[in-house]
């Protein structure tokens, strides 16, 4: 695991909304679940829109362009048109702030 970074407080993440924060030069969409926040990549592997700006629900955030559905837990596609997984990040909660490990569990499938 690599340094984590922090990248927003807890309460800028309330219960079932996502916010976008940059980690250095990648978009992250992060997602609150039952105070549990989770990191995914923050751009649609379908689309190259921004997941923050789409819809939470549960453990699942929906592309606001077409929408597909994602698992914010371990970033698969759950929904056409996407059929590709999102990259997720590593979460920890201390002290009222949100840190994210910079290194995904994937590279994003439309990355260079």
């Known amino acids: 695991m690599s340094p984590l970074v922090d990248?927003?407080?807890?309460?800028?993440?309330?219960?079932?909304?996502a916010l976008r924060v940059e980690l250095g030069d990648t978009p992250i969409a992060l997602?609150?679940?039952d105070g549990d926040i989770h990191?995914?990549?923050d751009t649609c592997t379908h689309a190259r829109e921004s997941?923050?700006?789409g819809w939470v629900d549960d453990d699942r955030i929906e592309c606001p362009r077409h929408g597909a559905v994602f698992s914010v837990r371990d970033g698969s596609a759950l929904t056409p048109p996407?059929?590709?997984?999102?990259?997720?990040?590593?979460?920890?909660?201390?002290?009222?702030?949100?840190?994210?490990?910079?290194?995904?569990s994937r590279p994003?499938?439309?990355?260079p």
Not at 7 to 17: C, E, F, K, L, R
Not at 82 to 104: I, K, N
Not at 108 to 111: A, G, I, K, R, S
């Open 108 to 111: 994003h499938p439309l990355d």
């Open 51 to 53: 997941l923050a700006a």
């Open 39 to 41: 990191a995914v990549h």
């Open 82 to 104: 996407a059929t590709l997984p999102l990259p997720t990040y590593t979460v920890e909660q201390r002290d009222g702030r949100v840190l994210v490990d910079p290194m995904p």
């Open 31 to 33: 997602v609150n679940v």
């Open 7 to 17: 990248v927003a407080a807890s309460s800028d993440v309330p219960q079932g909304t």
